[in-house]
Structures are given as C-alpha cells and as structure tokens.
T-cell receptor, first 115, second 113 residues
C-alpha cells in the first residue's frame, strides 16, 4: 500500500483565499483524522471520521474550517477565508480498529503558509 | 492542566546511553498508550504501543505503563544518533472514543556521538 497520501505537500497563499487540503487514507481503514501541528500548540486533533461520518469536530478552531469525507478513499479540509495564523503543517492520518488497536498512520503532511 | 504532559526537553544523551522519556496523563479512562517518533520535517511514526500495566520491550525500546500513577515512559537503550528526534506520547480511551488519541507536546531527544 502507498500509505496515506496528502496533497498538496506545500501551499502558499494570501490571506483571504480559500485553501483545500486533500487526503487519501490507506485502503481498508475506517478512521480518518485531520491534525494541525505548530511549534506553539503542538499536534492538535481537528476532526475525525469513522466510516465517512464525522464523529468529533470539537477541535475545529472556527467556522472558517470545514471537512468532508464523501467516500472511504477521500477527504478534504477546507479553510475559507484563510488567515496568517492558519499557517501550520496539516497531517491526515488513518487507522483500522482491530481488536482494540488504534494505531494511526500519518501522511507526509501539507505545509501551509498564509501570507 | 494538559491532558497529556511530557517532560520538557530538549533531552541530550551520549551515544550508547539510556534515554528516558516520560509522560503523564489526566484521563483515568485511557486504555491505549502510544509512542510516536517524529524526525524533523517528517510525519509521526508509531514505534511502541502498550495497553497493560508493566513493561513491554521491542528491541532497544521499552515502554512502561503504570495506570494507577497515570504514567507511561519510554526507555531507549544503547541510544544511537539516529534516535535523535521528537518523541510524542499519545493516549486513547479506545473503546468509547475508539480511534481518537490525545497527543503530548513531545520531547526532543539529541543523541551525541
């Protein structure tokens, strides 16, 4: 398997623009997570899905952030409008709950810079 | 208080020494405990997980869990320069919030040749 795939790997945009981050989880995994990592706040869980259904979005910072998972092989995280404080590395991770194991496999991340 | 706290770094050890990384958590319902390693500019990767009290060994790595004290640690024996990375502790309730893990801020380890 190719692992978790994220695109783009780098994104530079201007404040106010819409940003869409994409993720393809590992085939067969039933959980998908979106994280944000910054030096100041560490690794923060934004939202996670189980079988394409959002389970917990309490980590989404504000209404400017939205996430969708239209099918088992694709998810998006959208920021509209973007702000400089959104600059961070965004990771997507997926896992398969098997006998209590919930190891998460992380994608390479998208480094977002909002100018 | 943060849900998951790790000893503040950076931690520096000489090559061949034992590196000890510590983590405490506040949620007594936590059932699963993970250690991830993250190299600079890379994504986290799982190196150890533990569910039961006691020690779990895998090669040079040993995870230790004490649920009564809400404490989990990672020991790295015979530390190598390639072990230099940030180590993230993560905990999960597993059955009730299956799949959701809370991460600590990480401890940066430097192994000096």
């Amino acid at each position: 398997d190719a692992g978790v795939i994220q695109s783009p790997r780098h994104e530079v945009t201007e404040m106010g623009q819409e940003v869409t981050l994409r993720c393809k989880p590992i085939s067969g995994h039933d959980y998908l997570f979106w994280y944000r990592q910054t030096m100041m706040r560490g690794l923060e869980l934004l939202i996670y899905f189980n079988n394409n259904v959002p389970i917990d979005d309490s980590g989404m910072p504000e209404d400017r952030f939205s996430a969708k998972m239209p099918n088992a092989s694709f998810s998006t995280l959208k920021i509209q409008p973007s702000e400089p404080r959104d600059s961070a590395v965004y990771f997507c991770a997926s896992s398969y709950r098997d006998r209590g194991s919930n190891e998460q496999f992380f994608g390479p991340g998208t480094r977002l810079t909002v100018l | 208080q943060k849900e998951v706290e790790q000893n503040s770094g950076p931690l520096s050890v000489p090559e061949g020494a034992i590196a000890s990384l510590n983590c405490t958590y506040s949620d007594r319902g936590s059932q699963s405990f993970f250690w991830y390693r993250q190299y600079s500019g890379k994504s986290p990767e799982l190196i150890m997980f533990i569910y039961s009290n006691g020690d779990k060994e895998d090669g040079r790595f040993t995870a230790q869990l004490n649920k009564a004290s809400q404490y989990v640690s990672l020991l790295i024996r015979d530390s190598q320069p390639s072990d230099s990375a940030t180590y993230l502790c993560a905990v999960s309730r597993d059955n009730t919030n299956a799949g959701k893990s809370t991460f600590g801020d990480g401890t940066t380890l430097t192994v000096k040749p």
